[in-house]
Every structure is written in structure tokens, then in C-alpha cells.
């Protein structure tokens, strides 16, 4: 079992697995250019998670905002990708705050499982089933984003669907195991509900970060 962690206390500094300048290969904003913060620490354990690295915060060093913010300020793109782990484990606020001073717009993927903090021009709902999404993230949500792992998924995903802003931007992707059998069934899902788009994480098509 995962163990329970807490939001950081210090929000000058911030573990960081991973930073990283590519171009985003999921969802609403693929194919821009986009410096990826990978933050440590995770209390939800996705079975199927790719970075489970990441889940450990201690593992990670600690780095302060500003360091943050200045490597991301070396290239030229001014999207900024908080991802995780869980990214709202931690207090974003003094993330967001010296971003946007530095002039970036800031996304966030979140599971949606701790209150959200930090103000973020895009949050990236992606739930799990292994520990739901708080209830006012749902009207917060610019994108929902479901990884579909098998055919109960449809179901599951029409279900936050209903809970979510009428103009929030709905995506099915395949999970990158399960992708020769799950992405015909997305396809036809799609065509048969075109309200879904189809993401797929085409940086590992590009064998890119």
C-alpha cells in the first residue's frame, strides 16, 4: 500500500525527479513546445504508471523555486507542464507565482486528489480509480483526460464526463501496454461518441521525453 504523504511544508523548495524542455505528446496542447516538471512524491499507485519513480518525494532532490524557474527559463518556449507523480501533493503557489513572472503559461496533469493550489491557466483532470478526484475539481477542469486500461473504462469515463464543465475538453487515451487492444475500441468509441478526441502519447511515437 502507498504510504499517505503530506503537502510540503516549505513551498520555497520542491522535490523534482525530472525537468525537462520537449514537446507535450498528450491531450489538448500536443505538439507545443513545453518545459516538463516532474515533481516527487504520489499517494495514488496507478498499477499501470510508467514513472513510479516518482512516488517516493525522499528520493528527489529538493530544489528551490527559483532554481526551478531559472532552468526552465534557459529555453525559448513559455509553457510550463507540472506534472507528477501528483503535482498537488505539493503547494504550487510560490511555482505558479514566479512563472508567470518569468512570463509562462502553466499547465497541470493532476489525478485531481488534493485541493488545487497555485494559479494555473490549465488543469489536466486524469482520475484514477485508486483515489478519486475531489469533488470542486470538477468545475476546475479544463480537460479530462482518461487512460483507458480495458472495456469497463467507456463506462467509467462517461461518468466524470457528467461532472465536468460542459466546454471542458474530453480525451480517451490508450494505456501504452494495452494499446494494440484498447486503441481499435477507442477508435470505434469515438465515432460512435464524438464529443471524445482520441489522445495518444505520440513523444514515445517520436521517442522523445
Request: glycine letters at 6%; aromatic letters at 10%; one cysteine or more.
Amino acid at each position: 500500500m502507498i504510504e499517505e504523504k503530506t503537502k510540503s511544508v516549505n513551498t520555497s523548495v520542491l522535490p523534482v525527479m525530472e525537468a525537462f524542455y520537449t514537446v507535450q505528446g498528450e491531450g489538448f496542447h500536443q505538439g507545443k513546445a513545453a518545459y516538463f516538471i516532474r515533481l516527487g512524491g504520489c499517494d495514488v499507485g496507478c498499477v499501470w504508471c510508467d514513472v513510479k519513480e516518482s512516488w517516493d518525494a525522499s528520493m528527489h532532490p529538493q530544489l528551490s523555486v527559483e532554481k526551478i524557474v531559472e532552468e526552465a527559463s534557459k529555453h525559448p518556449g513559455r509553457l510550463a507542464v507540472i506534472t507528477g507523480g501528483e503535482p498537488l501533493m505539493h503547494d504550487l503557489g510560490p511555482l505558479c507565482e514566479a512563472l508567470h513572472r518569468a512570463g509562462f503559461s502553466i499547465n497541470i496533469e493532476t489525478s485531481g486528489a488534493h485541493p488545487l493550489s497555485g494559479d494555473l491557466d490549465w488543469i489536466c483532470l486524469s482520475p484514477k480509480k485508486f483515489k478519486a478526484p475531489l469533488p470542486e475539481t470538477y468545475d476546475k477542469a479544463d480537460e479530462l483526460k482518461i487512460i483507458v486500461y480495458n472495456k469497463s473504462d467507456f463506462k467509467w469515463a462517461e461518468e466524470f464526463a457528467a461532472r465536468v464543465r460542459p466546454d471542458c475538453q474530453l480525451y480517451l487515451q490508450p494505456e501504452w501496454s494495452k494499446a494494440d487492444k484498447v486503441l481499435p475500441q477507442i477508435i470505434d468509441y469515438v465515432k460512435e461518441n464524438p464529443r471524445w478526441r482520441i489522445s495518444l502519447q505520440v513523444h514515445k511515437y517520436m521517442n522523445i521525453p
